[in-house]
């Protein structure tokens, strides 16, 4: 969840020069030039905007189908181990660009997946980020239409779903938004964005609280364990954003303390995500939508927070989408801009949308199939990779275990969200 550029790396350990205005290749990475070295609160504004997002609307639906009580420990146990994962990405680093090794340009993901498993590792990080950023981009329409369907109660306009009407309408501006070539034109935008998420996140908490204290409906601690799966793809999603530890590190003026500072963002975003899943689900209980704002009704404060979201996610969208052209660009078009491309893609995810039935079960999706992939089992594996000579027999059984429990929980919950997306909702 956040923008890459492009800037250069070593694929070998010998010296190389820069090439005048090279083009993109194979080991080409996807960020560019530095930029100036952040504080350690700019880098713990920045850690939490690369990971909160839209996803934590669905928590409060996640706590109803967990229980308040698994839901949270659920939130903590992703959190740490999400935490865990994000620094066995900086220490390969760190370990690579030692003098030992002489890799000095690494910067992002898949400069280390190239780095540590060739093209086939720059491949594989391509393709999950790929898809983990289409599938933020179909949440967010699936958002913006749901929730201009719950203004307006329409379910049919012009013959066909209110829900797919919506949706297009949407796709000429943004096939204008994405037709921007530069992130610069883009930063107003995402500053906009950040604002409003932060707003009305802070409102539907409030609103929340006071709900609660007036309904107090029926609550669970613990849910069916069949859920579990579909719990833990929903956690996993809500803390998406590895592909930014890299460069947010690189960045950083006082390296050595990022570990803390990351340590901290991961401990308030969970405890915020633990605040707002419990919070929603105690104020509507059994009652609790796919979409939290769903429940707030029709007051003007409640428009004007669900108007602002998606506003904030409208305009996100070709921010989340760049990752995107960049790796397709690269792939197909040696790196040059390619209209038709962009919106292509900017189609297909439209498409998808109009697909999806329910919001929560394609964040479970999405967090299962791809965000495990990249948030655990990449991460151990290319540290166990680098460190297999040196380390003990701990530090071998841990990378292996991580490896492990990311591949069950990816096809497990993989095959469960699915099975959710394709039944019949009654």
């Known amino acids: 969840m956040g923008s890459f550029k ?41 850690v939490f905007i690369a990971i909160v997002g839209a996803g934590v609307l669905g928590l409060p639906y996640a706590f ?59 491949g594989i990080v391509d393709v999950l980020i790929i898809l983990s ?20 109660c329409t379910s049919t306009i012009l013959g066909m779903s209110a829900k797919g009407f919506y949706i297009w309408s949407c796709l000429p501006f943004q096939l204008g938004l994405n037709s921007i070539a530069t992130l610069t034109h883009l930063a107003p935008l995402s500053i906009f964005a950040d604002v409003v998420d932060l707003a009305a996140t802070a409102v539907v908490m409030v609103d929340e609280v006071v ?19 579909y719990g833990i793809g929903v956690a996993v999603y809500a803390f998406e954003g590895i592909g930014m530890v890299l460069p947010l590190e ?8 990022f570990g803390g500072i990351l340590g901290l963002s991961v401990t308030f975003i969970a405890l915020m995500y633990v605040g707002f899943g419990v919070l929603g689900y105690f104020a509507f209980g059994s009652e609790t939508k796919d979409i939290i704002t769903a429940n707030l009704g029709a007051g003007f404060v409640s428009v004007l927070v669900q108007l602002g979201l998606c506003i ?4 996100t969208f070709p921010l989340m989408m760049h990752p995107v052209y960049e790796i397709v660009e690269r792939r197909f078009k040696g ?35 791809v965000c495990c ?29 991580i490896v492990v429990v990311g591949v069950v929980l990816g096809v497990s919950g993989t095959w469960y969200a699915l099975m959710e997306i394709l039944s019949v909702k009654k």
């Open 211 to 229: 709900i609660s204290l007036k309904q107090m409906p029926e609550v669970a601690a613990f849910g069916n364990l069949s859920v579990f799966f």
């Open 373 to 401: 992939g990249l948030g655990f089992v990449l991460p151990a594996l290319f540290h166990l990779l680098v460190f297999k000579e040196e380390m003990g027999w701990k530090g071998w059984f841990l990378d292996v275990g």
């Open 312 to 315: 904030n996610l409208f305009f």
């Open 64 to 122: 109803k189908r967990t229980g308040w009580l698994l839901g949270s420990l659920m939130i903590f146990s992703v959190s740490a181990l999400t935490f865990h994962c994000m620094m066995l990405l900086v220490h390969t680093r760190r370990k690579l660009e030692s003098s030992e090794h002489g890799f000095t340009k690494i910067n992002s993901f898949g400069d280390l997946g190239f780095v540590v498993c060739g093209s086939i590792g720059r």
């Open 6 to 46: 492009k800037h250069e790396a070593f694929s070998s350990t010998k010296d190389l020069k820069k090439p005048q205005q090279p083009l993109p290749r194979e080991d080409t990475p996807l960020i560019g030039k530095p930029a100036p070295l952040s504080s350690q609160t700019k880098t713990f504004a920045n």
């Open 250 to 257: 690189a960045e950083m003026e006082k390296k050595e303390k």
């Open 133 to 152: 950023q289409a599938g933020f981009c179909i949440s967010y329409l699936m958002f913006i239409a749901n929730t201009l369907v719950f203004f307006f």
């Open 335 to 369: 790196g040059e801009y390619c209209l038709w491309l962009r919106w292509l893609l900017v189609f297909l995810v439209s498409l998808v949308a109009m697909s999806v039935p329910n919001f929560a079960d394609f964040l479970s999706l999405v967090g299962s199939s």
